[in-house]
């Protein structure tokens, strides 16, 4: 696409280049004991429907997060994310809200993936990381399988139980 905004290198009287690429989206996994195999099936099943579009990044976490698992397309998904797959204690989400918020660029998507049986949902620190990570990305989503929750700068969606 060309615009006027950007000047040509070549000559200034030419409109520029401008480029646009895909935000990368960020999927927070929640992992915890609470997440059944149905439920966690469907987690895994977003990501990888995602993952035909743009790159993703997976942020898997019960009371801890566990890194980082990046994927530029659905094989990365299943290879990486699949067999990466951890957790199955408590829920707290403030560790992984913290990893997503220092490695994510702004406008970068971010969606949450849990039943919202969060420890932590309710304490200060946890809404602030929720409020900043909402406020650098571009679209955040919560999407729940069990509880609704209401976190402002965040659209919510619940899941139909299987």
Same mark, same amino acid.
């Given at each position: 696409m060309s615009s006027y905004k950007r000047p040509s290198r070549k000559h200034q009287d030419f409109p520029g280049i401008q480029r646009y690429a895909l935000q990368r989206t960020w999927n927070l996994i929640d992992t915890s004991g609470s997440i059944g195999e149905a439920e966690l099936a469907q987690e895994l099943s977003e990501v990888y429907v995602q993952a035909g579009d743009r790159p993703v990044s997976v942020v898997l976490w019960d009371a801890e997060s566990y890194g980082v698992i990046e994927a530029k397309n659905r094989n990365e998904v299943l290879n990486r994310v699949l067999t990466g797959v951890k957790g199955g204690?408590?829920?707290?989400?403030? +560790?992984?809200? $913290?990893?997503?918020?220092? $490695?994510?660029?702004?406008?970068?998507?971010?969606?949450?993936?849990? #039943?919202?049986?969060?420890?932590?949902?309710?304490?200060?620190?946890? $809404?602030?990381?929720?409020?900043?990570?909402?406020?650098?990305?571009?679209?955040?989503?919560?999407?729940?399988?069990?509880?609704?929750?209401?976190?402002?700068?965040? $659209?919510?969606?619940?899941?139909? +139980? #299987?």
């Open positions: 204690g408590g829920t707290v989400i403030a +560790p992984a809200l $913290r990893t997503t918020l220092g $490695r994510m660029q702004y406008r970068d998507n971010v969606v949450v993936l849990s #039943d919202f049986d969060i420890y932590d949902l309710e304490e200060p620190e946890t $809404r602030q990381l929720l409020s900043a990570v909402a406020a650098k990305s571009g679209v955040a989503v919560l999407v729940s399988s069990h509880r609704e929750v209401d976190i402002q700068g965040w $659209r919510f969606i619940k899941t139909s +139980p #299987d």
